[in-house]
């Protein structure tokens, strides 16, 4: 999303440190919302309910109340949990296939094998195989988002074995921290870095003293501010990565990468195919792979090159990336979005709260890309929905619902109606 919009934006409420939960309340709980449009049905938990923070088909896992858990009827009820300190400051989740689960909070990463009752904690590899350990805050209480994700689905088959990949969304709350892509080959047991962006001088720790080491690769001239999306596409057996945000002065922060895995030498070959300031479609989001096409939605936002931003849900076959001429917009919503997940043939997007005249606009396609729909869920405010998983063994897609575009809020359920 855009990094110079707190002003812009009028982005009001939003504290500098942690992204923080309010404790699970008994007393005075707002009910479970539930409700419906033309296209789908929706539904929140009443704010007495834990967190879910992700899902995968029967199985969820939440945080709240000092409690990690884990669902294994879709959330109804929660036959597993654990104690866990810093549950509130948790900022990324995954279930993989096996069943392990890797969460993180700001700058620490964990892994469970048994369902909640034991976690330790996981130290990221360099390419080398040397331990990659975030860096020492100036502010403890501003160590930065390592793991936090833009995006709601990281796990991947390749050759026939599951991939766990994905980069952080950071540098907007929290603290500064390096901008990576990680991965993982061996269900979580072992997380090394996928690809490293280089020190981005805007986003360096303030207040540092002269000598103190700066973020970021040192030997990567490709800066970014934060990763928006790292997907993977089956027919070239590539994943793509795609980040954001404009020029301040040290170059473009918006690329798109494209990086091929050897996983006999376990070594990653990344090459620059896009890079762009802000007003653009390729300042984006939402990537998904469909047989040999690629769709994604654009987060153009910044100064206009002409009498619109170059917005809009856009495919092509990935050889014609490059090439605009080649692209076919299938909706342009007319706001900014960098969030889209395409399931059985349904699209659905949201709106970047601040930036639309929506509260919180959803952007739906029943049938492919065929015809379109946007919805306002005004009860729910101002919000900004991110992190869509994939629907669950009940048909509910799960997304995040964030104030302002970050920070979180609730949880948001939609099942469509055909």
């Known amino acids: 999303m855009h990094p110079t919009t707190l002003t812009r934006r009028q982005w009001l409420g939003i504290t500098a440190g942690t992204l923080l939960l309010p404790e699970l309340r008994s007393l005075n709980a707002a009910p479970a919302i539930e409700g419906e449009t033309e296209h789908f049905w929706y539904r929140m938990p009443s704010s007495d ?56 909070t700001r700058e620490r990463l964990f892994l469970s ?23 020492t805050p100036i502010n403890p209480e501003l160590p930065g988002w390592y793991f936090h994700s833009l995006d709601g689905e990281h796990c991947f088959e390749v050759n026939g074995k599951e991939m766990l990949v994905w980069g952080n969304y950071c540098n907007v709350m929290g603290g500064a921290v390096p901008v990576n892509v990680y991965y993982s080959t061996d269900n979580g047991e072992t997380v090394k870095l996928a690809y490293s962006f280089g020190q981005n001088p805007n986003f360096q720790q303030k207040g540092a003293p002269p000598e103190t080491a700066l973020l970021g690769d040192a030997n990567n001239k490709i800066i970014a501010r934060h990763i928006h999306n790292v997907t993977y596409s089956p027919s070239e057996n590539a994943f793509y990565a795609c ?24 070594t990653w070959d990344w090459k620059q195919i896009i890079t762009v300031n802000s007003n653009s479609r390729f300042k984006s ?41 080649k692209h076919t917009m299938l909706f342009n919503p007319k706001f900014e979005s960098a969030n889209m997940l395409v399931q059985d043939g349904v699209f659905v997007a949201t709106h970047c709260a601040p930036a639309s005249t929506y509260a919180c606009g959803i952007i739906w396609s029943p049938d492919m890309g ?16 991110c992190r869509i998983n994939k629907k669950n063994s009940d048909g509910w897609f799960r997304m995040d619902l964030r104030k302002g575009w970050i920070e979180r809020a609730e949880v948001l359920f939609l099942k469509p109606k055909a």
């Open 49 to 104: 309910s834990p967190y879910i923070d992700s899902q995968r088909e029967n199985k969820s896992f939440a945080f709240g109340g000092g409690k990690i858990m884990l669902s294994e009827d879709c959330g109804k009820t929660w036959a597993h949990s654990a104690a866990f300190a810093e549950a509130d400051n948790i900022t990324f989740s995954v279930i993989l296939k096996n069943g392990n689960i890797v969460f993180a």
């Open 113 to 135: 094998t048994d369902n909640l009752k034991t976690q330790r904690e996981i130290i990221v590899k360099n390419r080398d195989g040397s331990d990659y350990k975030p860096h």
């Open 243 to 266: 980040t954001g945000d404009i020029d301040r002065g040290h170059g473009n922060e918006c690329h798109w990468l494209r990086g091929t895995y050897d996983a006999k030498a376990d």
């Open 285 to 325: 989001g939402g990537i998904n792979f469909l047989d040999d096409k690629v769709y994604w939605i654009a987060d153009a936002n910044g100064p206009k090159f002409g009498p619109e931003h170059d917005r809009g849900i856009f495919t092509c076959s990935p050889a014609d990336l490059p090439d605009k001429s």
């Open 370 to 385: 065929k015809t379109w729909a946007q919805h306002d869920l005004k009860e729910f405010g101002p919000r900004s929905g």
